[in-house]
C-alpha cells in the first residue's frame, strides 16, 4: 500500500503561482509513475499532468500546458506542481496519484492509477 499526503494548496488571484506537493510512502518511491488530477464541482476528474518513474518522461492536460510544470525529486519522496499564471477555471481538488505499472511513458487515463491522496483545494479568484 502506499500513502500519498498532498499540500500546498489555497486561495490566490488569476496570473499568481503556487505550487501544490505530494509525499509518498509505504513503497519504493522510485518504481512509481506519479500524476495531478483535477476535480471540480460538479465535474469529472480531469487529468493535470503526469511524469514517469525516471523523471525522464512528462506529459501535461492541454489546458495548462505552458504555465505547469511537473517534477518529482527522489531524496524527499515528493512529486512537485509548480503551476503559473493561474486561472479562475484552474479552480478545483488537485490529486496526487501513483502508477505502479512503472512505464517509460506516463499515463494520462486516471483508471491506472492505483494509489490516490486525499486531495488539496487549490481556489483561483478573478
Known amino acids: 500500500q502506499m500513502q500519498l499526503v498532498e499540500s500546498g494548496g489555497g486561495l490566490v488571484q488569476a496570473g499568481d503561482s503556487l505550487r501544490v506537493s505530494c509525499v509518498a510512502s509505504g513503497r519504493p518511491f522510485s518504481r512509481y509513475n506519479l500524476g495531478w488530477f483535477r476535480q471540480a464541482p460538479g465535474k469529472e476528474r480531469e487529468f493535470v499532468s503526469a511524469i514517469n518513474w525516471s523523471g525522464g518522461s512528462t506529459k501535461y492536460g492541454d489546458s495548462v500546458k505552458g504555465r505547469f510544470t511537473i517534477s518529482r525529486d527522489g531524496a524527499k519522496n515528493t512529486v512537485n506542481l509548480q503551476m503559473n499564471s493561474l486561472k479562475p477555471e484552474d479552480t478545483a481538488v488537485y490529486y496526487c496519484?501513483?502508477?505502479?505499472?512503472?512505464?517509460?511513458?506516463?499515463?494520462?487515463?486516471?483508471?491506472?492509477?492505483?494509489?490516490w491522496g486525499q486531495g488539496t483545494q487549490v481556489t483561483v479568484s478573478s
Open positions: 496519484a501513483a502508477d505502479f505499472r512503472s512505464l517509460d511513458l506516463p499515463s494520462a487515463d486516471r483508471n491506472q492509477y492505483a494509489y
